[in-house]
T-cell receptor
């Protein structure tokens, strides 16, 4: 069964550094998402991406964050200057689209900012 | 009011028990709902889709009550392997964005 893949599985970085989290969505999917989950808290929406542009973003997704689909397969999340509070699990997800299409999640990147 | 609200639990039940979780949503325009299961430090995995009044899959039954704006998940004959956090999800009919509840933790004990 096709799956969403994310790399790396764990990223440790120092405060102020830039990180890029990578995702390869399922190949025939058209909608891509990033969610994050701080330890012990709920899964939070960050951004959705369709047709090579952001379709929606949350208040969490400020100017420090950006997303890109540099080629036909990868979907990246960049955090320009990491803060301690960015430490979380970041999940990439994709879907075919439509209100009845569930999201398929990658197994996440654990980001630790020290 | 939170967009999707769940009782966080934890629910501690013995093997073989029947357990039910409720979830309420605030946006009456939401059309589609899902239940996801999340194991500790893992990604959410789809458990069931809920479109009309409900859905059944083996030991799992999901029901939707649009008038009261809640969704329920019933697990019959609980197994140890059912121990996890169960996430209620509503789809925003405006954007298609999935809104997650905080999750309900289930611990099934021998």
């Amino acid at each position: 069964e096709p799956e969403v893949t994310q790399t790396p599985s764990h990223q440790v970085t120092q405060m102020g550094q830039e990180v890029i989290l990578r995702c390869v969505p399922i190949s025939n999917h058209l909608y891509f998402y990033w969610y994050r989950q701080i330890l012990g808290q709920k899964v939070e929406f960050l951004v959705s991406f369709y047709n090579n542009e952001i379709s929606e973003k949350s208040e969490i997704f400020d100017d420090q964050f950006s997303v890109e689909r540099p080629d036909g397969s990868n979907f990246t999340l960049k955090i320009r200057s990491t803060k301690l509070e960015d430490s979380a699990m970041y999940f990439c997800a994709s879907t075919e689209g439509g209100l009845r299409s569930p999201l398929h999640f990658g197994n996440g990147t654990r980001l630790t900012v020290t | 009011r939170k967009e999707v609200e769940q009782d966080p639990g934890p629910f501690n039940v013995p093997e073989g028990a029947t357990v039910a979780f409720n979830c309420t949503y605030s946006n009456s325009a939401s059309q589609s709902f899902f239940w996801y299961r999340q194991d500790c430090r893992k990604e959410p995995k789809l458990l069931m889709s809920v479109y009309s009044s409900g859905n059944e899959d083996g030991r799992f039954t999901a029901q939707l009550n649009r008038a009261s704006q809640y969704i329920s998940l019933l697990i019959r004959d609980s197994k140890l392997s059912d121990s996890a956090t169960y996430l209620c999800v509503a789809v925003s009919s405006n954007t298609g964005k999935l809104i997650f509840g905080q999750g309900t933790t289930l611990q099934v004990k021998p």
